[in-house]
């Protein structure tokens, strides 16, 4: 993930929050699910720019995942602005889900 950002340790520290935020449908967290595909800091215009996905791009849960990413950014960069980006390209698969999320979904 660390080679979508312009900045490593922020980053590590975004994802660690948004680790919290879980897909109720499938039962794991949004970042091994594969979720976040960018997360850059404008620090000029005290900006941090997420880009993410969902699973569907009519995922029934979409608005609350979104809703919650905004939230706990906030939460741990309340100095700064969260601008997120839904995108569908390049489309959700199953192929996005990292290790440690599919050892937790073959349970």
């Not at 900045?7 to 794991?28: H, Q, V, W």
């Not at 969902?54 to 990413?69: A, F, K, N, Y």
């Amino acid at each position: 993930m660390n080679e979508l950002t312009n900045d490593t340790i922020r980053c590590d520290r975004a994802l660690n929050a948004l680790e919290e935020i879980i897909d109720p449908e499938i039962g794991l967290n949004i970042v091994d699910l594969g979720l976040i595909y960018e997360i850059n800091f404008d620090d000029d215009n005290a900006i941090v720019k997420v880009v993410m996905t969902l699973t569907t791009p009519h995922c029934p849960m979409g608005e609350s995942i979104t809703g919650s990413v905004k939230t706990v950014l906030k939460r741990d960069f309340q100095e700064m602005e969260i601008a997120l980006e839904l995108t569908f390209y390049p489309p959700w698969n199953l192929e996005k889900i990292s290790d440690e999320g599919r050892e937790f979904l073959n349970q």
